[in-house]
Structures are given as C-alpha cells and as structure tokens.
C-alpha cells in the first residue's frame, strides 16, 4: 500500500498570500495518477486536480499541481478567503487507492 | 448536472447489516467506475471500494473486505454497498462517487450518509 504523507499538517497564511503543500509518497506514484481534492467544513470534497497537474472543470487558475514519482505539491498562487479549507491528495495509480491526511488551511 | 444521491444510512448495532443505495444521474452511468470512500466523524478520508463500468472489476480496502460488497445497476443508474458485521469504527460519512473516465480519481461526489454502528 502506497502511503501519503501531506506536510504542513496546518498552514496559516493571511489571504493574498501564497501557499505552498506537499504530498510525499512511500514509493512511486505509477504514471503521475496523484488527485487533489478540497474539502469545507460540513461539505463534501471537491476535485481539484487529476493527473498531478490537470485542473478540473471549473477550478480557478489559482491552484496548480506539479510533481511526479514520490514528491507532489499543491500551489495555491494568492489565497482568496474562500480557500481557507482541508487539502487531501490521492493517488490512484495502485490499488487500494489511498489519501494523505490531510493539510488545513487556515486564515493566520 | 452530475448528482449523486446517497441513502440507507442510520443507527445500527455492532454486528448488523445496512445497504446504502446511490442514485445517479446527469451522465452515462454505465461509462463510468464508481466509488465509496468513507470519512469518520473529525477524521480523513478513507477509499471503500470501486467497481468498473461493467462490474468486470471490483476493489475493496482491506479494513471492509469480506463484509462489504458493492454492485451496480446500470439500468437503472445506481449504486450499492451492502455491509454486514458492521463494527463501530465503521462509524462515518459515507460518500458516492464518481471515477473520472478510465482512472480513479473522484471528479463528482454525493453529499453523503451518515452511518453510526452503536449499541
């Protein structure tokens, strides 16, 4: 099983600001299948990116992935009050698909 | 518009068995893998299990095989997991999902159900 680890576990940064999280795996991540997704408080998560760095429908050029075999990371290029939330990445390249634990996002 | 509606979830005892159903609608459901991921109360996400287009292939975590079976209706655009010997950390939301085309990654997830195995 491929573990993920997600650092910082919470990031305080004032809106405007740029965010920078990481998604590191116990081995490679096959073909880049690495997902980001974000979650609010009392909603279901959201799609961000698929494929380490493709956007998913309607997400705001803001937020970019980059990254390949163990090392993968989220950047948030100016921070909108909106995006204060949960980060998770996934990766779905080997069964079982698994998650990291997680980054909070958090107005500083 | 994608929706996925969950239902069945509720109170049951530890041991018991609950079946949640996800209506879908708004694409091919029969073009597309389809996915539970669970999230306890507080805590991260958690992948449950997945099921291609024509149920040719099924996964399972290993914390719920042996005791959770998903299947899929494409007639009638629906999704399954049965769960028997449900235990108390299997305690959490339980999300409908989306693959994207091909892979499994979840680009549309249901608002989810809420299960509570308690006694």
């Known amino acids: 099983e491929i573990v993920l680890t997600q650092s910082p576990g919470t990031l305080s940064l004032s809106p405007g600001e740029r965010a920078t999280l990481s998604c590191r795996a116990s081995?490679?991540?096959?073909?880049?299948?690495l997902a980001w997704y974000q979650q609010k408080p009392g909603q279901a998560p959201r799609l961000l990116i698929y494929?380490?760095?493709s956007r998913a429908t309607g997400i705001p050029d803001r937020f970019s992935g980059s990254g390949s075999g163990t090392d993968f990371t989220l950047t948030i290029s100016r921070l909108e009050p909106e995006d204060f939330a949960v980060y998770y990445c996934?990766?779905?390249?080997?069964?079982?698909?698994?998650f990291g634990q997680g980054t909070k996002v958090e107005i500083k | 518009e994608v929706q996925l509606v969950e239902s069945g979830g509720g109170l049951v005892k530890p041991g018991g068995s609950l079946r949640l159903s996800c209506a879908a609608s708004g694409f091919t459901f029969s073009s597309y893998s389809m996915n539970w991921v669970r999230q306890a109360p507080g805590k991260g996400l958690e992948w449950v299990s997945s099921i291609s287009s024509s149920s040719s292939y099924i996964y399972y975590a290993d914390s719920v095989k042996g005791r959770f079976t998903i299947s899929r209706d494409n007639a009638k655009n629906s999704l399954y997991l049965q769960m028997n010997s449900l235990r108390a950390e299997d305690t959490a939301v339980y999300y409908c999902l989306k693959s994207g085309y091909g892979s499994y990654y979840f680009d549309y997830w249901g608002q989810g159900t809420l299960v509570t195995v308690s006694s």
């Open positions: 996934q990766q779905y390249g080997d069964s079982p698909w698994t």
């Open positions: 494929g380490a760095s």
């Open positions: 081995q490679s991540v096959s073909s880049s299948y």
